[in-house]
């Protein structure tokens, strides 16, 4: 471990200047390839947040070693994984987080839940991710996994809001607890 932080420290980029450390940036890792990339780099850009977000396409439980995997201390502060419940074993993934010391901001069904809440207070049971996007399409027409951050950025407050008051099952998300991080920094 100690020779990787030394390689770390002395690394340079491809230019021969030594690399800048990226004090309180946070890496985000997410199985989402489209959505939740556009939604975490919008929000950086629109409210300053420093972020780094990652894309691999795994199940909840390997994204977290992935994330791990990727992630150092010189750079970053902290590391979250962004998941969805989907079909997958969130409890496992859950125990993998707190073992590597990985933040988990898990939605249930899906990461559209959040979007949702940014226009409505919507507490009922969402069947999966085509009905949750089906349910955003109303707030967000022609809503394709593709998004523009700007749709979103006058709801974050009240997504915020409505997410912490939703109780855990469907529909529920904690994004709301990454994202207060991301304002803060």
């Given at each position: 471990m100690a020779k990787r932080e030394k390689k770390r420290e002395n690394s340079q980029s491809r230019?021969?200047?030594p690399r800048e450390l990226r004090p309180g940036h946070v890496l985000i890792a997410t199985g989402g390839r489209c959505t939740e990339p556009a939604y975490f780099n919008g929000l950086a850009r629109a409210r300053g947040a420093r972020v780094k977000v990652r894309q691999k396409t795994d199940s909840p439980e390997n994204l977290?070693?992935?994330a791990k995997s990727i992630y150092t201390k010189d750079e970053y502060d902290s590391v979250w994984c962004v998941v969805d419940v989907?079909?997958?074993d969130i409890?496992?993934?859950r125990v993998e987080a707190a073992r590597q010391g990985v933040e988990l901001a898990v939605s249930e069904p899906c990461f559209e839940v959040w979007l949702l809440l940014h226009f409505i207070d919507?507490?009922?049971h969402v069947?999966?991710?085509?009905a949750a996007c089906k349910l955003l399409a109303k707030h967000v027409p022609a809503y394709d996994k593709k998004l523009d951050y700007a749709a979103f950025e006058g709801g974050v407050d009240m997504a915020v809001k409505r997410a912490k008051e939703l109780p855990a099952g469907n529909p529920s998300t904690d994004v709301w607890r990454l994202v207060e991080v991301l304002l803060r920094h």
């Open positions: 230019l021969g200047r977290v070693r992935y989907d079909d997958f409890m496992a993934a919507h507490r009922a069947d999966n991710g085509k």
